[in-house]
């Protein structure tokens, strides 16, 4: 490939700032948790990870982000479609709100879920089952927190299929299920799932919003960020670090397995140009 | 990169000059009134005890000074506070409910280690011991901390883990059971297992406990401290009930200096005249307006009939020293965690 020409001089420099911070924001921080285990041996690294009020942590943590990655899928795509492709009075309103949750201190969120959701609360009241102060909660509050990753992956990948390739599809015969599954799925699927892994990895890690409405009971209602948080208290710093390592890595293996995921989708839909 | 940030400054020589006199403009202005300025990290429920202790001392400050002496509170759960400080808060003394929390910060070199002999009654001027916050007419008819391990009773409290209200709930329970059967542990812990599994909420702090009780409207009974359930009675006048149990333990809430922020702050004379004017009358009269237990024995006397009568329990008589309370009960898989294991 030939060197392509820039029109913006000072790669350099752009480079040399760009690796600054990103060792500054990024490296820095996780340097030091790095540092943290280095008192630990592995031995001991190995029990407090494997400690059963641990390991129950991460079976609520992942089920939990499943279920609510799996929610934000389905309803995250519908979000992102009627914004793509319907105009309807308020339809700026709704875009607007999908950042919402960003914008939103978590702590707020989870204040705000845990009060609607209690049993007394204005949605727990009318439900037969308990959400709030249950593991329930700790989906709705995982949800609620990361539905923009879908909706704003997916609609810009959306508003370049024009409706005139589902109107073609449908002109040749598909019906509407087929001409979904068929040609639009394909065209969106891999932001569908880059949004969906991220969803679930901001999950994995979510506190603030979780630690209000969860109930933090042991070894039914408590995420493992509450257990770094708890290891902290007792200012036992390398054992935080050991816990959070395990968020991390198990974030880190997911955003890997989609990106390879995505490379291959890529190659075989459009062979090599896109890698 | 540290040397890319030296670099940097090197380069801007020739500015810094006149930076520094931006900067400097700028915090010249405020320092023209020379506020004299006092910090006092204390737990998460006393905002409102301090607001009404802080008056007083300031007008008087300011009587006898010329200058104004602004008084900064910082409240958070006493744990966070202990961190906060060793990380570098730069508080001038701390008011806590836990005497462990002092020693946290004591270990760490930034308080003298034998600060508990530097003030009257163990540097705790004040203290409260824990009660039940139950729904109006105590339908459930909880009474003692027996009946909160029954079958079927809901209890809010916070983690003893990260919360002195929690750990004192915590050691409550089973002071009160370990007196009971004349110390037989088995049977303590068995009662401690059912007192535990009772939890419907556990919130990582004494505020975060209330507002599930109370606006969520989780469980039978909150537990907190005595002080915290007596000015909730109040303010929420006829929803709830206090019942302080008929044998409790003492939560001594201590206070000190800290030589590290106040040889640096050159604020030492300031934060002892603070925290020994807790003591006087006046401000123990105010304490117990607050529903704490005080230890000025006049003012202890003038308001006797206040708080009921209560067998109170010392927690080092019971369970020795802190140090030995955490590590036993409170560490990670002490005897907590083995208890709350299913």
Not at chain 1, 22 to 31: E, N, Y
Not at chain 1, 220 to 240: C, G, H, I, N, W
Not at chain 2, 182 to 208: C, I, K, P, Q, Y
Request: charged content about 15%.
């Amino acid at each position: 490939m030939s060197k392509p020409r820039r029109i913006l001089p000072g790669f350099h420099l752009s480079l040399g700032i760009a690796l600054v911070y990103v060792s500054i924001i990024l490296l820095l921080p996780l340097g030091s948790l790095v540092g943290q285990l280095a008192d630990l041996s592995w031995a001991r690294y190995w029990s407090i990870i494997t400690d059963p009020r641990n390991l129950a942590s991460y079976r609520i943590t992942v089920l939990s982000a499943a279920l609510a990655s799996l929610f934000n899928m389905l309803f995250g795509l519908l979000c992102a479609w009627v914004l793509v492709r319907y105009t309807f009075p308020g339809k700026r309103i709704l875009d607007a709100l999908m950042d919402l949750p960003f914008a939103l201190p978590t702590a707020v969120a989870g204040i705000t879920i845990s009060t609607l959701y209690a049993s007394q609360g204005a949605i727990g009241q009318w439900l037969g089952f308990k959400v709030a102060y249950s593991w329930l909660g700790i989906v709705v509050a995982m949800a609620f927190t990361s539905v923009p990753f879908v909706v704003r992956t997916v609609q810009p990948v959306l508003e370049e299929l024009p409706a005139s390739v589902d109107e073609a599809a449908i002109t040749l015969g598909a019906s509407n299920a087929y001409a979904f599954r068929r040609v639009i799925l394909p065209f969106i699927w891999p932001a569908l799932l880059t949004g969906t892994g991220l969803a679930f990895a901001r999950s994995l890690g979510e506190y603030g919003a979780v630690i209000f409405v969860a109930g933090n009971m042991p070894y039914k209602t408590e995420v493992t960020s509450l257990m770094v948080v708890t290891r902290l208290q007792e200012f036992d710093y390398p054992a935080a670090a050991a816990i959070a390592s395990v968020v991390l890595i198990a974030s880190l293996l997911l955003l890997l397995v989609i990106n390879i995921y995505q490379a291959r989708f890529f190659r075989r839909i459009h062979g090599n140009q896109h890698v | 990169m540290k040397k890319a940030s030296l670099f940097t400054v090197s380069r801007l020589h020739g500015l810094a000059p006149l930076a520094l006199a931006l900067a400097l403009g700028g915090a010249v202005v405020p320092a023209a009134q020379a506020d004299t300025t006092l910090t006092n990290a204390s737990f998460d429920v006393a905002r409102e005890l301090f607001a009404a202790l802080n008056k007083p001392f300031i007008a008087e400050w300011d009587k006898q000074h010329q200058d104004h002496l602004v008084i900064k509170q910082t409240h958070a759960g006493s744990s966070t506070q202990a961190r906060s400080i060793i990380q570098g808060l730069n508080a001038d003394v701390v008011t806590f409910n836990q005497t462990s929390d002092i020693d946290v910060i004591a270990h760490a070199g930034l308080i003298d280690s034998n600060w508990q002999q530097r003030l009257p009654e163990h540097s705790s001027p004040f203290y409260s011991t824990m009660a039940f916050l139950v729904r109006k007419g105590n339908p459930k008819h909880l009474t003692s901390w027996q009946d909160l391990a029954e079958q079927g009773v809901e209890l809010v409290f916070p983690n003893p883990k990260t919360s002195g209200n929690g750990r004192y709930t915590y050691l409550g329970a089973w002071a009160s059971q370990s007196a009971l059967n004349h110390n037989d542990e088995a049977n303590t812990e068995a009662f401690m297992r059912r007192f535990l599994a009772n939890a419907v909420v556990l919130d990582s702090g004494g505020r975060g406990a209330t507002t599930s009780f109370i606006e969520r409207g989780q469980g039978d009974a909150l537990i907190t401290f005595e002080s915290e359930a007596r000015s909730l009675a109040k303010q929420y006048g006829d929803k709830y009930e206090v019942v302080v149990p008929k044998v409790d333990v003492i939560a001594e809430m201590p206070v000190a200096w800290v030589d590290a922020s106040v040889r640096k702050n050159n604020s030492e004379a300031l934060a002892k005249d603070y925290l020994n004017y807790l003591y006087t009358p006046q401000a123990q009269t105010i304490i117990a307006d607050h529903f704490y237990r005080v230890r000025n024995e006049q003012v202890a006397k003038q308001i006797a009939g206040r708080f009921p009568d209560t067998h109170l329990l010392n927690i080092s008589d019971v369970f020795g020293s802190w140090d030995s309370i955490l590590s036993t009960h409170f560490a990670s898989g002490g005897k907590l965690d083995q208890l709350q294991r299913q």
